[in-house]
């Protein structure tokens, strides 16, 4: 497998420390360790680490760096001040979601403004091609891919900050969340961000590929447990996080998908904007909702969602919850049928299991 795929840089560690190594979009990456349950209730109670080497990094240069962005982001690039994360996507020309991203303003140590758009890695050749595409007409604006030459680690959970501190020379809790900077890790250069997918607080490191598994090794024996991509989807999956592939696709928009809050329409023009003006209007097409089965039996992607003897929808991600300890689910359904408290089934391998729409996320984290 690892003869044909692509590895990160902590790729040996995985496979000396049992890591069950699987192909994800052209890369060979652990989906566990030990079990999921374990890695996943480790990251809600202390601190699970993640190898997400394999999204995408590129880095954009340039006095019209900002104004590219701005005119292929559907989330408004001109106004991010120095620090700031904004997570965004990238839409096509009817409107449909290419990607979902986060975008970092930086300064690097020369004091130089730069940005860096972290895209997922299935969707990272077809994102550069779509930039490429457009930086044509931006002679002053440059795009380069950093994803082979950085690493990149999430730490996340409650006791992410204080295990990752000692390591750090700036304050990770005077971060702000969504907020990132150029920093020291283990005396290494790094980039550190309060971000993460998986519903805790944490931070996410980009680092040099070549001192990666020693600071990851530290970090282990500081107390973080090495978690695969099998828990990462279920802890994004409690936190109502969509994962493109699953409820974010080229014939999806993102009013239905539910992220209009990354969607700024007025006052600027960007690649799909008109076409979101006009799908706005469209009080047909189905919404993103939550799910909840009050049984054992967990809805899987693609099964049917019922309302009587109707398919009224479809289920784009389904797991049984190790916080709520009952199956959940994510899927699109008829508009009229996306609020709250609705009563729905769906067919899981042909019997009716009653599901209720809710609000999502399904989990939050516990504030102090």
């Given at each position: ?5 692509a ?12 890591g ?26 202390a ?5 997400i ?34 997570y ?19 300064i ?13 890695a ?7 091609a ?31 900050l ?86 974010l ?25 008109d ?17 909840s ?18 398919q ?30 609705q ?10 299991e ?15």
């Open positions: 497998m690892s003869g044909t795929l590895q990160t840089p902590l790729h040996a560690w995985h496979a000396a420390h049992h069950r190594l699987v192909d994800f979009a052209g890369w060979s990456m652990p989906v566990q360790y030990s079990s999921i349950v374990a890695e996943h209730q480790a990251t809600r109670n601190a699970g680490m993640f190898d080497s394999h999204m995408g990094r590129l880095r954009f240069d340039g006095p019209g760096a900002a104004d590219l962005l701005d005119s292929l982001l559907t989330r408004r690039v001109a106004d991010q001040q120095p620090g700031q994360i904004r965004s996507l990238v839409t096509n020309d009817a409107g449909g979601i290419l990607d979902d991203v986060l975008l970092y303003h930086l690097d140590a020369a004091g130089s403004s730069y940005r860096l758009l972290v895209v997922n299935s969707n990272r050749e077809k994102i550069l779509w930039i490429e595409r457009h930086l044509a007409g931006h002679h002053d604006a440059s795009m380069t891919d950093l994803t082979h030459d950085w690493a990149m680690l999430a730490v996340q959970g409650p006791r992410a204080d295990l990752v501190q000692p390591h750090a020379d700036v304050e990770l809790r005077k971060l702000k969340y969504y907020h990132g900077t150029e920093a020291r890790i283990a005396d290494q250069a790094a980039i550190v961000s309060r971000t993460g997918y998986t519903g805790e607080d944490g931070c996410e490191l980009i680092v040099e590929a070549d001192v990666a598994a020693g600071i990851w090794q530290q970090l282990i024996d500081a107390g973080a447990a090495p978690a695969g991509l099998g828990c990462r989807d279920t802890l994004r999956l409690e936190a109502g996080m969509p994962l493109y592939g699953h409820e696709w080229e014939n999806i928009d993102p009013l239905q998908a539910g992220l209009g809050f990354a969607v700024n329409l007025e006052g600027r023009q960007f690649v799909g904007r076409a979101l003006v006009e799908r706005q209007r469209d009080t047909q097409a189905p919404r993103r909702v939550g799910l089965l009050a049984g054992k039996r967990v809805p899987r992607e693609d099964y049917a969602i019922m309302c009587q003897s109707r009224v929808g479809q289920v784009t991600s389904g797991t049984f919850s190790p916080t709520l300890e009952r199956p959940i689910a994510m899927g699109y359904v008829e508009p009229a049928l996306a609020r709250p408290g009563r729905l089934e769906i067919d899981i391998r042909g019997r009716r009653a599901a209720t729409v809710v609000e999502l996320p399904f989990y939050r984290r516990p504030t102090t």
